[in-house]
């Protein structure tokens, strides 16, 4: 969900370059359709290199939220968006001078009032009139029609009325899988990055009817469209390129489901119908080299009921020798097995013997903290540190973490203060969390001292996040001077405009200077049009900071220096006197 805003400014918040485009876009008639769903919701078709399909929900004036199904990853809006936004704003504008004509002047106000206008409806509105306008048996005909016609209808009609039934065959589910990946492959049979789009729509609806099955209790159904799911598009990353990760996606979501139905109070039959799929799947290696080879088996460990089943469950999980990561999870699983079969004390054990094992240790701190055994978290976490400081860091931060928890629990000040100030300059959590904690935690008459003894240490830090460190503290303290240091020391468009909001009141010409050195250097080595309207782009923001003598002087240099280059002169034209 995106940062409400309105509508009649949305430009602002938009990469310059993807702003041009989406308005190309929208002057050259690249809109083919906009349909307003319901009273919120819009639905528009974008032309591009194919129709893709962009939604825009609105409330009021304000923008809510907005989708498109592109393969755009660049940022955080495509052209598509920018383009349906642009029609739905001048939409929008349009209907504020309607009402204003539409207003009775004083003048005439004693005559005839007009015919309030009407509303316009919404695609929703309209078909529910037509669904009671319309026979039964013309309704059932259409629907036939359509679905002989178009197999994606034909499929989610199946889906959405045949799963009514409470248990159908595996191979229903599997076939519907293959029509889609069938349709989607190209003659080498081979599904590109474009057309995985086409399959990841129809599989979510296949989904979210497992969904629906798990909530009218067809578990049995629910189970069988989870593992069809899972086996059919794990298979599939070996014809498919999942560069933008949508099969991948869908494999995670079937996983999820199954996960879901493996923790309800299920009939025997599908119980054991899961249970018996999720041991063999495993034992067979069916997912091996992938994670979900390990979650079908803590399927089975969640499922098993019976002593037969946790021997059977045993003997898989001892078949093999495992090691680093996948002993890891053996553990794991073996100690919530021990826990149900044989009690927390047999657990607990187990448990200790193998501490070094980060998930078990992390079950370990879970237990001591919610019993508030804090002297044993503190033990556990130290050890944790000294065991995995070397080789695995990123572990040791995280048990680090736990003694900062603690500390917090106890009101230990000291200890708040000391983890705070390590995780603000080692950024190994929130810079915001860390800084805040430490200002809740030193009091005024010390905060200044302390902040320049950070700075100190921020300043001797030789990794790539120094700058990012010396920006929030300056920013947060309002020490725009060093800030505008900082600035100079490293300047780019991108750091210009960061600053900006928080330099242009006290240093708008030492702004606009480093606006000039940036635009004359980046004039240097960057061309095509693309780079011309970046230096437009910020030749604007000169003028805005009132500059215009001082834009109009960088303009007539560009124009001077670079004569050969048409597209820079067009750009140039194009800004404001």
Not at 11 to 30: F, K, P
Not at 180 to 190: P, Q
Not at 238 to 250: C, E, H, Q, R, W
Not at 368 to 397: C, H, M, T
Request: net charge negative.
């Amino acid at each position: 969900m995106k940062t409400p805003q309105e509508i009649q400014g949305f430009e602002s918040q938009i990469d310059a370059v993807i702003l041009q485009r989406g308005r190309n876009y929208y002057e050259n008639g690249n809109i083919i359709e906009v349909t307003e769903l319901t009273t919120d919701t819009f639905e528009a078709v974008v032309a591009g290199s194919y129709n893709y399909k962009v939604t825009v929900e609105l409330v009021g004036d304000e923008i809510i939220d907005y989708t498109c199904d592109c393969p755009y990853d660049m940022g955080p809006i495509c052209k598509h968006i920018v383009a349906t936004l642009s029609y739905l704003k001048e939409m929008k504008g349009l209907e504020v001078i309607e009402e204003e004509i539409e207003k009775p002047s004083p003048e005439i106000s004693k005559e005839k009032p007009k015919k309030p206008k009407k509303k316009r409806k919404t695609a929703q509105e309209k078909i529910e009139h037509l669904l009671k306008e319309v026979s039964e048996d013309d309704l059932k005909a259409f629907v036939l029609k359509r679905a002989l016609e178009d197999s994606h209808f034909r499929r989610l009609l199946e889906l959405s009325f045949v799963l009514q039934k409470d248990q159908l065959s595996a191979s229903f589910y599997k076939k519907q899988i293959k029509v889609i990946l069938t349709a989607a492959k190209d003659r080498a049979g081979f599904i590109d990055w474009r057309a995985v789009r086409s399959v990841h729509k129809p599989i979510v609806q296949i989904l979210n009817k497992g969904h629906e099955q798990l909530e009218q209790q067809h578990f049995y159904n629910a189970f069988l469209i989870g593992k069809a799911v899972l086996e059919e598009m794990i298979a599939a990353l070996n014809f498919a390129d999942d560069s933008d990760g949508g099969i991948g996606n869908l494999v995670y979501m079937a996983s999820d489901l199954l996960r879901e139905l493996s923790k309800v109070r299920l009939p025997q039959k599908t119980r054991k119908a899961f249970f018996d799929y999720s041991l063999k799947a495993f034992d067979k290696e069916k997912f091996w080299g992938w994670d979900w080879h390990w979650d079908v088996l803590e399927f089975a460990a969640e499922l098993f009921e019976s002593a037969k089943e946790a021997e059977q469950l045993m003997l898989v999980i001892d078949k093999k020798n495992y090691k680093d990561y996948h002993l890891e999870m053996i553990q794991k699983i073996k100690y919530e097995l021990i826990e149900k079969i044989e009690g927390v004390e047999q657990a607990n054990a187990y448990l200790e013997q193998h501490i070094q094992n980060s998930r078990l240790r992390t079950i370990a701190l879970e237990k001591a903290f919610g019993q508030e055994d804090y002297q044993r978290v503190i033990e556990l976490a130290k050890n944790g540190i000294e065991q995995d400081e070397r080789s695995k860091p990123g572990l040791a931060n995280g048990w680090r973490k736990w003694l900062l928890k603690t500390a917090q629990a106890q009101e230990d000040r000291e200890a708040i203060i000391t983890y705070a100030r390590y995780f603000f300059l080692d950024r190994a959590s929130s810079q915001e969390e860390s800084y805040q904690l430490l200002k809740q935690n030193i009091s005024v008459d010390d905060w200044s001292v302390f902040v320049e003894n950070l700075i100190t240490d921020v300043m001797s830090l030789r990794s790539w996040y120094k700058r990012e460190c010396l920006e929030y503290i300056y920013i947060e303290e309002k020490r725009w001077a060093s800030l505008l240091e900082l600035l100079k020391t490293e300047r780019s468009f991108d750091l210009l405009k960061r600053y900006e909001p928080y330099l242009k009141k006290v240093y708008p010409k030492d702004l606009v200077a480093l606006y000039e050195q940036e635009i004359v250097d980046y004039s240097q080595y960057n061309v095509g049009r693309g780079s011309y309207q970046v230096l437009c782009q910020n030749i604007r923001r000169i003028q805005k900071l009132g500059a215009a003598a001082k834009a109009a002087e960088l303009i007539g240099y560009l124009r001077m220096t670079y004569p050969q280059r048409p597209a820079l002169l067009d750009e140039l034209n194009k800004l404001p006197n």
